[in-house]
């Protein structure tokens, strides 16, 4: 049966920008190293990853969510079912970026198993692309354990967030010359192990550029360096969501004061009756007239 001609172009143009539009690869985020910085983002919810979907080239569901979103004072408290629950979300709400989630502290540490079961979990239950883990001395044979079996693995060295604890607090990394080779040397260990990228957290700006330079996967600063292969930060960060914000962070918007202006706004219409008004109101339909 042939379509009639309205409907077969509405069906031309929808399979058109069905083709038009296709998610990033491992291979196009690997693709980058040296050339154009990867724009990075981070995305907890649908509507969120659907605004930065055409600007961004990946977007992590961090475990910063417990701190953005849950209001807990650090990353440790994160569960897998929240970072499903919020990578699903993103999903949903972006079709062309490279969707990384983040494991929580506790579900990849002990074991190479662990860590395949609950990265294979976030995998099938999201459809993200890829997972993140924490490159402590421990993690490179967990990175090829997952890489060998199908499960791309971005890597994070410097400053740990899931490591407070034994840090003492959120503090910038490599600063002396036995912390420099740490950093250094998990980042050539996750490289080694088959990382696809790694993200560069707090550190100085010479270390920075010298793991950029010894791995040969693309690195994704935050705190770090403008010469890594691309820059992350928190969304609520940059969006100026927060009263404070790391110094390593540039705040493209005020958000937080044009909210409290909007909800300050709000209250004085709704306590002076002012909202709703008629734009705002249903009205009874008029009686429709009977025919003769």
Request: include cysteine.
């Amino acid at each position: 049966m042939r379509l009639p001609a309205g409907l077969r172009q509405a069906k031309s143009l929808a399979m058109s920008k069905q083709t038009r539009i296709s998610r990033k690869t491992v291979k196009d985020i690997a693709a980058a190293k040296g050339g154009e910085p990867l724009v990075c983002l981070t995305a907890y919810d649908a509507p969120m990853a659907e605004i930065m979907d055409p600007h961004a080239d990946l977007i992590l569901v961090g475990d910063s969510v417990g701190m953005v979103v849950h209001g807990l004072p650090s990353t440790v408290g994160v569960t897998m079912e929240m970072m499903i629950l919020h990578g699903q979300a993103v999903m949903r709400g972006s079709q062309q970026a490279f969707v990384v989630v983040d494991m929580p502290f506790g579900s990849y540490e002990t074991s190479e198993d662990q860590a395949f079961l609950n990265a294979a979990r976030i995998m099938k239950e999201t459809g993200c692309q890829a997972v993140k883990i924490e490159s402590g001395a421990y993690a490179a044979t967990q990175i090829a354990h997952l890489v060998e079996r199908g499960i791309p693995v971005m890597g994070h060295v410097g400053l740990r967030p899931q490591a407070v604890n034994v840090d003492g607090g959120f503090r910038a990394k490599g600063r002396t010359e036995s912390e420099r080779d740490i950093v250094l040397n998990e980042a050539r260990a996750a490289d080694e192990a088959g990382a696809f990228a790694i993200v560069i957290e707090g550190v100085a700006r010479d270390l920075a550029d010298e793991i950029t330079k010894a791995v040969s996967c693309p690195t994704i600063g935050i705190g770090a360096s403008a010469s890594c292969d691309g820059q992350v930060l928190v969304t609520q960060d940059m969006l100026g969501l927060f009263d404070w914000a790391p110094k390593f962070v540039r705040r493209y918007a005020d958000l937080r004061s044009e909210i409290d202006t909007a909800l300050g706004q709000f209250a004085v219409d709704v306590r002076s009756r002012e909202f709703p008004g008629e734009a705002e109101t249903y009205s009874l339909r008029k009686p429709e007239a009977k025919q003769p």
